[in-house]
């Protein structure tokens, strides 16, 4: 059996790649710190479900939805409107808790049940005078996908929907609800020379 040759191939799922520095099996568009351009964001806009919760709905006994956060995305959020950000939340769901939690971390641009978020964002955008380079959308789900298209920096969670990871920028190692909004804060911040300033040490 002298000079038998055998090819191995392997097959990679679509989305997919080797990276040939790293060595590591990469999704094509997850985007390292230093190749996701984070320095021009002066704006964050969260979906609420499953961005800022894993997505799980509870219900009491008279039918009223409850959703866990995150306290880890609470410190960031709060710290990003403490140092002037523009943050916000565009969400699809009529939740008045989601309201309170937000204005608790100092956001007050809190829209809850909004059917068309593209034409949301175009109001947001003009109230505030903002250009799509400058803002970050976080989303995880169909729903999201016109709005997302529409900013510089598409975002989502490491669980968000395979269609929403296809045309996200920057896609963060953590789930929704379990420190995706914060580790997006958080690069944002290390980029702009803004983590661990005197504002940190308190909420
Ligand atoms: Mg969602």
């Not at 008279?62 to 959703?67: K, T």
């Not at 309201?99 to 955008?125: A, C, H, Q, W």
């Not at 269609?163 to 920057?170: L, T």
């Amino acid at each position: 059996m002298s000079g038998l040759r055998v090819q191995i191939y392997a097959f990679l799922p679509n989305e997919t790649e080797f990276d040939q520095k790293s060595l590591f099996l990469c999704h094509k568009n997850r985007l390292t710190m230093n190749e996701t351009d984070l320095s021009p964001i002066t704006t964050f806009i969260f979906d609420f479900d499953g961005v800022m919760t894993d997505g799980t709905v509870f219900c009491d006994f008279e039918g009223h939805p409850l959703r866990a956060t995150n306290v880890k995305d609470g410190y960031a959020i709060q710290l990003a409107t403490k140092l002037g950000y523009n943050v916000a939340v565009i969400s699809g769901a009529v939740c008045p808790s989601t309201i309170v939690r937000m204005n608790s971390l100092g956001v007050t641009d809190v829209f809850t049940g909004i059917p068309d978020k593209v034409l949301k964002l175009k109001e947001y955008m003009k109230e505030k005078g903002l250009k799509p380079e400058e803002i970050v959308f976080m989303g995880d789900d169909i729903p999201d996908l016109n709005v997302m298209k529409e900013v510089g920096l598409p975002a989502c969670p490491a669980d968000a929907v395979p269609e929403v990871k296809a045309i996200s920028k920057f896609i963060s190692e953590r789930p929704g609800g379990k420190g995706a909004v914060r580790d997006l804060i958080e690069r944002t911040l290390k980029v702009q020379g803004k983590w661990m300033t005197a504002e940190a040490y308190a909420w």
